[in-house]
């Protein structure tokens, strides 16, 4: 009984693992379409210094509501 006690614990280990790591997966990738928004509004020379400023604030609020709920990193920075 013990055995099959450790295996069912050693697959949710597993399912937990994947699921970090799908989450991780999909935080990065919004962080690089973030940073590609903004690029692009680097390059638009008509943008003003106050909307930059906005889209800085824009990508801290995105990736403070990608994090898990309890993560050491959930207190926004100011």
Known sequence: M???NS???LNSSKS???KKK???LTIIHRID???NLSQKQKADTTSSPCE???TIYE???EITSLRPRGSPGEKRIS
Do not use: G, Q
Request: aromatic letters at 14%.
């Open 16 to 18: 937990n693992l994947w």
């Open 33 to 35: 379409l973030l940073l």
């Open 22 to 24: 799908l989450n991780l």
């Open 2 to 4: 013990d055995f099959y």
């Open 52 to 54: 930059d400023l906005t």
């Open 59 to 61: 990508i801290e609020s």
């Open 7 to 9: 295996i069912n614990s």
